[in-house]
């Protein structure tokens, strides 16, 4: 089925940026619905951003206005790009992809459940 490895985790101080990719395959890319979602030691896991297919994006609460994530239908790559970095910030990132289409923004998912294929996860850390 779809395969996903995402990259780019790292360390980074308070206020700074990253930028971590995610990889799919065993699927057409740009008809994937993918999202990211982080989870910290002792805390559930929750959902940062997901691109549905086309240009629709839905964001938490949390990341809105810090956060993009995009999709490179030519590379077959998902990006979130994460800007003014918080401590709270720190997680492990996950990628998850399904293969169902949504039409409007507020109908992208944004939960664990919605989402059958999921990768490895990419560590970030943040800190002052």
């Known amino acids: 089925q779809v395969q996903v490895v995402e990259s780019g985790g790292g360390s980074v101080q308070v206020g700074g940026s990253l930028r971590l990719s995610c990889t799919a395959s065993?699927?057409?890319?740009?008809?994937?619905?993918m999202a990211w979602f982080r989870q910290a030691p002792g805390k559930e896991r929750e959902g940062v951003a997901t691109?549905?297919?086309?240009?629709?994006?839905k964001y938490s609460d949390s990341v809105k206005g810090r956060f993009t994530i995009s999709k490179d239908n030519a590379k077959n790559t998902l990006y979130l790009q994460m800007s003014s970095l918080k401590p709270e910030d720190t997680g492990m990132y996950y990628c998850a992809a399904n293969a169902r289409a949504y039409f409007s923004s507020g109908a992208l998912p944004l939960r664990p459940p919605e989402f059958d294929s999921w990768g490895q996860g990419t560590q970030v850390t943040v800190s002052s």
């Open positions: 691109a549905g297919v086309g240009t629709f994006t």
């Open positions: 065993g699927y057409t890319f740009s008809r994937l619905t």
